[in-house]
């Protein structure tokens, strides 16, 4: 059966904690065909050539900081994907370099897979994002889409909005600002309309910049989804939707 892809904002380690978010994510998860393996590009992993990790176990990689002890000591055992490794070396160009490393998930990847997939047992394999140019997210993207006939889920994790800098309230029910919300409403009526070559164009045509992405990685694995999609241009499904800590959850599926 033919998967979806996905683009999650993946939230940080206290999500977990979230109850709306939680069920968001368990009901988008219980709406998926069962995956056969999942392949995770996520905004906390940038490197070039292109990098595979964790492909024959899975530990994980606690990169962040400044929360509880208990949140490093999340396990997720899911197996290894080294017969996904091998499908997505065997789709890139004979130029391209892939590489292999015992890099571990981090939080883009296996804080929302523990919330839809909590019993670790689907094969699990991280990529890097070689780029966060649009472009070429968009054809890295297209050339992953043949593993989706093969039971594959893809997903690109990052977050519609990541403005770090400029929150003033932590507490993950806070009001969101304005440049989030402005953002936000931007995206989905982008995404709407199926104007990639806009959402792309993101920097120079979003309200909310450079607020909302003073950085742009978070936002760039929303590119690696919409390419891997049968049509880029379609409107995609936005399950999820909302504000965590002033910033979009926005989520969507193709």
């Known amino acids: 059966m033919r998967m979806p892809a996905l683009f999650l904002s993946h939230g940080a380690p206290p999500l977990v904690d979230d109850p709306t978010w939680v069920a968001q994510l368990q009901e988008l998860a219980a709406g998926l065909p069962r995956p056969k393996a999942i392949l995770v590009a996520s905004a906390h992993w940038e490197s070039a050539p292109l990098m595979l990790g964790a492909t024959e176990t899975v530990p994980l990689t606690y990169d962040f ?23 997505v070396e065997a789709l890139m160009p004979d130029h391209q370099t892939v590489a292999r490393t015992t890099r571990g998930l981090d939080h883009g990847a296996y804080v929302p897979l523990t919330v839809m997939y909590p019993d670790a047992d689907i094969p699990v394999l991280q990529m890097s994002l070689p ?124």
């Open 131 to 254: 780029t966060l140019e649009p472009d070429a997210l968009l054809d890295l993207g297209r050339r992953l889409a043949p593993l989706r006939d093969d039971g594959v889920l893809v997903i690109g994790s990052g977050f519609t909005t990541h403005g770090l800098p400029f929150l003033r309230d932590w507490r993950p029910e806070a009001e969101a600002p304005g440049w989030s919300r402005e953002f936000d409403a931007w995206t989905a009526e982008t995404l709407a309309r199926g104007a990639v070559d806009e959402l792309a164009d993101f920097r120079q045509r979003a309200p909310g910049m450079p607020y909302a992405h003073p950085t742009i990685e978070h936002f760039a694995p929303m590119f690696l989804t919409l390419g891997a999609s049968e049509d880029p241009g379609q409107a995609p499904a936005q399950p999820i939707d909302g504000f965590w800590m002033g910033l979009a959850k926005r989520s969507f599926q193709v």
């Open 65 to 87: 900081g400044g929360f509880a002890q208990r949140y490093y000591q999340v396990r997720y055992r899911a197996p290894g994907a080294p017969a996904l490794a091998a499908q």
